[in-house]
């Protein structure tokens, strides 16, 4: 069962308490309900299907933040094997907004970045909501180098509102940290993977996202700035305006596929990620080795030259000479 529902899922509600009451019920019983599981199962999917399909930006968005979406730590639990979780930047500290370790990835070691938002509230306190501070970055891209030294793959998991954006942060070389992993994230001589999970933010997601492919969770956003703060800029209201900021940011997974920011959608179970988290962690799973695959057979100046041109294409635009 679903713990927490948005607004626009409240239909879903008895529904799925009817289909799981009904479940409990006749477990073990010699008396069978099939029938009546199957209409209401039927039923429901539908349902979902209808309310799911026609999402708007803020919906989506909303579900790329539901707080029963699947962490970063959950994908590493259940994707990789034998996980150690490395930490510090060798100058300031450690961020555990940044999980980041080495794993085993269906037999090959890779080298793990992850923003971490927090599963409960006492975890999202301790991991500042997935904010990272720019000894984050600095641990992230220390641990960057080192793959590349050892020649190990690396996997990146965005799940982010943003660079943390408080007084010591700043202080400490915000903008430095992010920009230097922009620069040299772009040199790495070794195979880049970055899924969008949930909620890629601005600079903030983009500091562990340039990679030689960039997957996104179908039910994920990725923008330069929240719909809220967008919206607070331009229409200088932050609640009323963020349905229109979300259309107009582009910042659905169908959007960026078609500007050419992304490489894949990942499908998500129907209703969202948060639904069937093992499910899709085995989809995620199989899409992962595919690219893997598929990188790892590229010579590292080839590897290098396809990044190099992939993010020079970006933002690209036709001038029709209409002014």
């Known amino acids: 069962m679903v713990r927490h529902y948005l607004e626009f899922e409240k239909p879903l509600v008895e529904l799925e308490k009817e289909v799981e009451n009904l479940k409990r019920f006749s477990k073990g019983r010699q008396t069978h309900f099939d029938n009546q599981l199957g209409y209401l199962e039927e039923k429901l ?44 930047d060798r100058s300031y500290g450690d961020d555990p907004a940044i999980l980041a370790g080495m794993a085993k990835f269906n037999g090959r070691v890779v080298t793990v970045i992850a923003h971490q938002k927090g599963a409960d509230a006492k975890e999202m306190a301790y991991r500042n909501f997935g904010m990272p501070h720019p000894e984050g970055y600095r641990k992230a891209l220390r641990l960057m180098k080192m793959a590349e030294n050892f020649g190990k793959p690396i996997l990146t998991m965005i799940d982010t509102p943003g660079a943390f954006p408080g007084v010591g942060a700043e202080e400490r ?3 430095e940290a992010i920009a230097r992993n922009l620069k040299m994230m772009v040199m790495l001589r070794t195979p880049i993977l970055t899924v969008v999970i949930g909620e890629g933010g601005s600079g903030g ?54 500007l050419k920011v992304i490489d894949e959608i990942v499908k998500e179970p129907l209703g969202g990620a948060h639904r069937d988290p093992r499910g899709m962690s085995e989809v995620l799973k199989e899409v992962i ?19 190099y041109e992939k993010f020079r294409k970006m933002g690209t635009f036709v001038d029709d000479g209409r002014g």
């Open 45 to 88: 999917h539908r349902l979902q299907k209808e309310i799911f399909s026609n999402l708007t930006g803020w919906q989506i968005t909303q579900l790329a933040r539901h707080i029963d979406r699947p962490k970063a730590s959950h994908y590493i639990q259940w994707m990789l094997d034998h996980f150690i979780e490395l930490h510090g």
């Open 173 to 175: 070389g915000q903008a």
């Open 205 to 258: 997601a983009l500091a562990i996202g340039v990679g030689d492919r960039i997957l996104m969770l179908e039910h994920s956003i990725y923008s330069v700035i929240s719909p809220e703060g967008c919206a607070a800029i331009l229409w200088k209201d932050g609640e009323k305006g963020r349905e229109v900021a979300a259309e107009s940011l582009k910042l659905r997974a169908t959007d960026l596929y078609r």
């Open 289 to 307: 080795e595919r690219h893997l695959r598929e990188l790892e057979k590229m010579n590292t100046e080839e590897l290098l030259a396809l990044r």
